[in-house]
């Protein structure tokens, strides 16, 4: 039942019409139609724009080679001797050089895209780049769109989707953990496991039909538990596959460590401090700060995105009141609930009810410059991790920022599992379809075929061999040019 990649890489080119997928009548996914195979050779500058010591510009597609050696010129030709790095200059389509630098071919199916790719790696000029591009495309090259490079190679079986979106992440990671987990997917880790789930649906859709064969029999009862127990299994193994979600959006985003307090306490001084830079607005009038303002900071290996908020007071001002409802939706949704004080004033009474000061974890003494005066309640919610800092001359904030590590919510072993907002709903909708044959194996096993061949397609979807053109196109989008 799986897609024949070959026959969709005869089926891909640029703007392909939409057909019905040939594999099943009751599953309504388009997928790509007969049309003439990829005949295209695509250029594109795979380094960031600007100048740099070495800017690379990448060719691939059936003429890769006959183009690279006209517009290079080695002693020793690059077709003799694939993967192996050649020197020569770059020459217009007059013979006029370019540029001197390094070239190298490799030939398909054994290199990224799974055609003839060339790589030229010249100086960093913006110049020489564009250049080099406009020579190949004298040559009969077109330009690449952005990921076409990744999106040939997903096309060619080289890559699942998975993988496909993982090369993205490890471009975009900002952080050791986001890159360890984006390489593992990128090494088809994760497809790994996806590809499990849909082994052992298949097992069970196999099991279920063998019995619809005999319509007139029922399903015999130890069957039925055998089906159930395997279906339990997969489900679990499609929850954990799921758990990760939460944690990697988190990653990507910025694990959110909210600022709250009354006014004029030094909420916005301490997020200026923490990210070096002046975010948000510092006055001695209470109530400057009405909507939050965030920074992001990289701190050991992870992403914090620190949001100030408006100051907790009771105001009459309809904006600063929205300020202080809007501080509270975002404390049910921080990871970190940080609670600055001016720590050279004693307890602010005001605010000793209120269920934003039990809920937080850490507890800012600011203005230590001042010296110290606040007495801490005891109760509910107490005692908490204590940091006397002042924001201002910069003391304190080293051991502050550990103490905001240290509260992070703490994700157990190597982070894996889905990880793009695409992924989630494909197995959540593949969890509800298995927990639903789960229940109808019984009473009604037709339903229960149909919800596993469900659950089947989102595992497809998952791994890119069922899926829309527009879906196809708006994932490579994402990806940079010469990607
Ligand atoms: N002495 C001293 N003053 C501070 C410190 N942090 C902030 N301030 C001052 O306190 C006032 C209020 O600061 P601001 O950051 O706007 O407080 P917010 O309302 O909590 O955001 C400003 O005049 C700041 O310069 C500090 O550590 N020491
Ligand atoms: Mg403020």
Not at 13 to 21: A, D, N, S, V
Not at 44 to 73: D, H, M, N, Q, Y
Not at 359 to 378: M, R
Not at 381 to 408: D, H, M, N, Y
């Amino acid at each position: 039942m799986t897609f024949d990649r070959r026959r969709k890489r005869r089926h891909r080119e640029r703007r392909r019409p939409p057909g019905r997928c040939p594999l099943a009548a009751s599953w309504e996914t388009t997928v790509t139609s007969p049309t003439e195979p990829a005949h295209s050779t695509i250029v594109a500058v795979a380094t960031p724009r600007g100048r740099g010591g070495l800017g690379v510009v990448r060719l691939s597609g059936p003429k890769a080679l006959s183009i690279a050696e006209c517009i290079f010129r080695s002693k020793k030709s690059l077709s003799g001797r694939p993967r192996c790095v050649q020197y020569g200059q770059f020459v217009d389509g007059d013979g006029k050089q370019i540029d001197a630098g390094l070239a190298w071919f490799m030939q398909g199916p054994s290199s990224y895209t799974g055609e003839d790719t060339v790589e030229l790696s010249c100086h960093g000029s913006e110049l020489v780049v564009e250049l080099l591009v406009e020579a190949a495309l004298q040559q009969g090259a077109v330009v690449a769109e952005r990921g076409e490079f990744t999106q040939r190679a997903f096309l060619n079986g080289r890559l699942d989707l998975l993988q496909a979106e993982a090369v993205l992440d490890v471009i975009q990671a900002g952080t050791r953990r986001d890159l360890a987990a984006a390489l593992g997917a990128a090494g088809g880790r994760l497809s790994d496991e996806v590809r499990r789930v849909r082994e052992a649906t298949l097992q069970c859709i196999v099991q279920v039909e063998a019995h619809l064969d005999f319509a007139d029999e029922d399903i015999e009862p130890q069957a039925i538990t055998i089906v159930r127990e395997d279906l339990s299994r997969i489900t679990d193994s499609v929850q954990q596959l799921r758990q990760g979600y939460e944690g990697a959006k988190r990653r990507r985003d910025g694990w959110m460590v909210l600022l709250v307090g009354p006014t004029n306490v030094g909420k916005s001084t301490l997020l200026n401090a923490l990210a070096h830079e002046e975010r948000a607005i510092v006055a001695a009038t209470p109530g400057t700060t009405r909507d939050w303002v965030d920074a992001r900071v990289v701190w050991g290996g992870e992403l914090l995105r620190i949001v100030d908020t408006a100051g907790l007071r009771p105001s009459s001002d309809k904006v600063e009141m929205e300020g202080v409802r809007r501080t509270q939706e975002l404390a049910t949704e921080a990871d970190v609930l940080v609670l600055v004080l001016d720590g050279a004033t004693p307890w602010p009474t005001q605010i000793s009810g209120s269920e934003i000061v039990s809920k937080a974890q850490v507890v800012v003494l600011n203005k230590q410059d001042l010296g110290l005066a606040t007495h801490l309640p005891e109760g509910p919610g107490w005692p908490k991790t204590v940091v006397p800092v002042s924001a201002k001359t910069s003391i304190g904030l080293g051991r502050l920022q550990e103490a905001l590590l240290e509260a992070l919510p703490r994700e157990s072993g190597e982070a894996r599992g889905i990880f793009r907002e695409r992924h989630d709903p494909l197995l959540s909708a593949c969890e509800q379809a298995l927990k639903r044959a789960a229940g109808a194996l019984r009473a009604e096993p037709e339903k229960a075929a149909a919800d596993l061949w469900e659950a089947l397609r989102q595992t497809d979807e998952l791994l890119g061999e069922e899926i829309g053109d527009e879906v196809l196109d708006r994932i490579f989008q994402e990806f940079c040019i010469g990607k």
